[in-house]
Every structure is written in structure tokens, then in C-alpha cells.
């Protein structure tokens, strides 16, 4: 049996964030009915929905029909948590806001996520992953020190700040409100997560140890024993030997005198990643990788999303599994690889008199 057998969530169909915690709590076994638009069209189109909406039941209502608001509003009388990710003020202007579905049940947590979150100057304004990370100082911190910042793709500010601490919030409620009978409103920004995933740079800045200038610092691309290098054949192996013995263990491999090239102070990082360039982009990547294979020095190839897929490790683990192939869900527990459940679709009526 999953974790979360026997809980129930209704999520209300978006994009980013949300779905991805619904997805999540789906995989660890809890009920989630993905109440979509009655027309069926989906935020994602064709692309993503076979992945991000696996394990749900898709359930079309009309948010503007009294009679199926009517029946949403028995559904939550049901649920264990309700998650949404729309602006602040929609669910309310729906009728469907937290003050109405508590009188509907008590017990219910009540999940929302945003960039801006609930409160503040900018909650009503619109934005996306990039503006919410480039307001918390997370994406200063990123990219090469000549050129603008880079986004880290979208996973720090929708996955990790956003969908993960929603349903981190989601959970805690859900065991508060089992003991207390009573629920909350989670409000999950992803400015206030992806601050609070910032912790150990905040730590490191007012310590002194962190510059705000990009690429100069130990975990950013500054330290050339912690950054990626071209190799010959144009693909790229990351390196990663920050302690002391794992970096001997690189300079080995990459045949340098430890006496002519000490890790530390930072002022000579300088000449050392030019050093390290130079070698590195004799071999192909693979080579490296081979090369490395078995030691401590912390170097691994880095892969393309179809070639993760093939490792031997990820294989071994069932790491991407399915067709189309998609990350099997984590964590695992006491070593059991779930398979993700099943997509089915429901009317309404069908979804309440499951629930009742």
C-alpha cells in the first residue's frame, strides 16, 4: 500500500506548479481527482499531459454553472485538501474560495500556490518562474560572470519552490487537521520557497563567504574543481571534487603535481581552470568518464534527457520508466519501485458518487 492511500485531494486544473503537485501526491498513492474545463481543452495541449497528468481522474466541470459548482462544493465535503494555482481572488470570485469550502468541510486544507503568493504589493501582478526566482536573488547567483543571469530551466522557482513546498504544506496540514479536525489554508509563493531553498547562501553571505558577484564563488562555477568542461568531441563532463582527498583524486587523473596546484586560496582559480580546460578538451566525454570511472575525483558526463534515460545506474533503478518514458515516482519506500497509476476520466456525478 502507497503512503497516501486514502487521502483525497481535488486539484483544480492549471499550469505549472500545481500539476506538478498533483502528479506528485498522486504517485505516493493519495486520490486526486484533476477537475478540468468542460471543454476539455488542457493548459499543456498535447504536450506534457501524458506525464504531468498521470494517476489523476479527469473530471470536466463548468466553474460558472451554479449546478456544478453545486456538486464541486459535495466533492470537497469529501476531500482531505484542495490544491489550485490561480491568482489570488479567482477562487473567491468563483464561489468556490476557502471561507465557502470550509463550511462545506471543516477538516479541509486548502492548497494554493503562486509566484507572489496571497498577500503583498505584487500579488495581484502577473509573472512567471523567472521573475519570482529573479526576485529573490537566486538568479543573480546563476550564469557566467560576463553575461546576464541564466535560468535554471523552470525547476527552481515551479518545482522546487512552488510545487514542493505546496505539497510539503498540504501534507503537514493534512496530519494537523486529522488530530485538531480543523484545516488551513496553505499559502505556498514560490518567492517565499525559493528563498527558503536559498538558506545556505543567505548563511554564506552573511558570513562573509559568498560574493554577489557571479562565478567567483565555491558552488557557482567559480571554484574549477566545482563547474563543467568542453571536451573534444563537444560534449562536457561536470567535475565536482570539493573535498580535499577527491580533489587529489582529480588532479591524478588528470596528471597535474598537487605541489603546483592547491585548492585553495581562490585567488589562483584562475590560472587552475584554464589548466583544467586545456586538459579536459583533449578526450571525448565518454573517455573522461571512463577514465574516472572507479576513483574519487567526482566527474561524470553530463547527459542529454534521452541519454539519462539509458545509463546504466538509471536503468538499473528504473530511474525513467513507461511510454512515452517518464521519471518513475520518488521517493521510494522500503525500496519498492511503483509503477505511476493510471489516467482515467469521470463526469461529475461519477466522481461525487465515487467519493460518497
Known sequence: M??????????????????????????????????????????????????????????PVDLKSPADRAVVLDLIACADAVIEGFRPGVMERLGLGPDICAEAN?????????????????????????????????????GEPDRPPRPPLNLVGDYGGGAMLLVTGVLAAIIEARQTGRGRVVDAAMTDGVSLLSSLFHALSASGLWSAERGT???????????????ADGGFVAVGALEPRFYAALLQGLGIDPVEAPQFPPSGWHALHARFEAIFSTRGRDEWANHFDGTEACVTPVLTFAEAADHPHNLNRSTVTGHPPQPSPAPRFDGQI????????LDLSAALARWR
Not at 500545481?18 to 493548459?43: K, Q, W
Not at 509566484?115 to 529573479?134: C, E, S
Not at 562555477?221 to 571536451?231: H, K, L, M, S, V
Open 106 to 142: 471543516p477538516r479541509l486544507v486548502f492548497g494554493r500556490v503562486t509566484g507572489w503568493g496571497q498577500t503583498g504589493p505584487l500579488a495581484d501582478t502577473v509573472g512567471h518562474d523567472i521573475n519570482y526566482i529573479a526576485l529573490t536573488g537566486a538568479l543573480h547567483a546563476m
Open 338 to 345: 511503483w509503477s505511476p497509476p493510471s489516467a482515467t476520466a
Open 2 to 59: 502507497k503512503p497516501l492511500a486514502g487521502v483525497r485531494i481535488i486539484e483544480f486544473d492549471g499550469l505549472g506548479p500545481v500539476t506538478f503537485a498533483g502528479m506528485v501526491l498522486a504517485d505516493l498513492g493519495a486520490e486526486v481527482l484533476r477537475l478540468t474545463r468542460a471543454d476539455g481543452a488542457s493548459p499543456f495541449g498535447d504536450v506534457g499531459g501524458a506525464v504531468l497528468h498521470r494517476g489523476r481522474s479527469a473530471v
Open 217 to 231: 564563488n565555491l558552488l557557482d562555477g567559480g571554484a574549477p574543481f566545482y563547474r563543467c568542461y568542453a571536451c
